[in-house]
């Protein structure tokens, strides 16, 4: 059972794919499940970033009557390697700094594939990395490992506290995409002392969710994208497969 804060955020984040969906040419189901184990391994790994690799299931096609909703008018057919399913199982391939994360250490390469398929190999058609906070924005580096994926690549962004050495950082221009519920819960202004002093008032920030190692989650934000820059629409899944949010006979 995914926790019910992840759901709301889930089913808000499919309803601007909805909206959006005519930005985007391609399409990608994620379970949210694999979603909340990402996120689980991700903060028990701080300070590093993650690499987690995916591959579709075959088991698991999208289903048909979401796709043809979310299909945008730049739709584009064949665009990548494991389109179609959802994706399976989540595996964490790497750990450490935003360089470091993306060169998988050589038992994972397969040796033969290392030189043709780059620093990470092609063990896994999908790939997808944190941002521990930080935006969810590729960096030079993200681009170039992108280059040898065969699916799509994804980045994670989470703002947590307490954040040890890792401040937020938003500094980025590109393009954002939040991931949490519609209504948050305002936070109560803390009303210091009037005069000296009340500069140092902490900023206080909405609290989305604790995490099971005790990390007060602030906010999370995903993007997914293509070799080519172009970016690919995402869409979280529950068991059926049906979009978190997803109403019958809506
Ligand atoms: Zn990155």
Not at 107 to 114: L, R, S, V, Y
Request: proline residues 6%.
């Amino acid at each position: 059972m995914v926790d019910a804060w992840l759901v709301e955020a889930m089913a808000a984040y499919n309803a601007d794919s909805l909206a959006d969906r005519d930005g985007y040419r391609g399409l990608v189901h994620v379970p949210g499940e694999a979603l909340e184990t990402i996120l689980l391994w991700s903060l028990e790994s701080l300070p590093d970033e993650i690499l987690v690799g995916l591959d579709g299931d075959n088991a698991r096609p999208h289903v048909a009557e979401v796709d043809e909703l979310f299909r945008g008018a730049d739709h584009e057919d064949g665009l990548f390697a494991g389109e179609g399913q959802v994706l399976g199982d989540v595996t964490l391939v790497n750990r450490g700094d935003s360089w470091s994360v993306h060169h998988v250490p050589e038992e994972w390469t397969d040796g033969i594939f290392a030189e043709s398929r780059g620093t990470r190999g092609g063990r896994f058609i999908h790939w997808l990395h944190t941002h521990p906070n930080a935006v969810a924005i590729p960096s030079e580096q993200d681009a170039d490992a992108a280059q040898h994926t065969r699916g799509v690549d994804m980045i994670l962004g989470i703002e947590f506290s307490p954040e040890g050495p890792l401040p937020w950082f938003e500094d980025t221009e590109g393009v954002r995409r939040r991931l949490q519920p519609d209504e948050v819960a305002p936070v109560q202004e803390q009303r210091g002392g009037r005069g000296w002093g009340s500069w140092r008032r902490k900023r206080e920030r909405p609290v989305l969710g604790v995490a099971p190692t005790g990390h007060r989650i602030h906010g999370l934000e995903l993007i997914s994208f293509h070799r080519s820059g172009c970016g690919i629409n995402v869409i979280f899944v529950a068991e059926q497969g049906f979009p978190y949010g997803w109403e019958e006979g809506a």
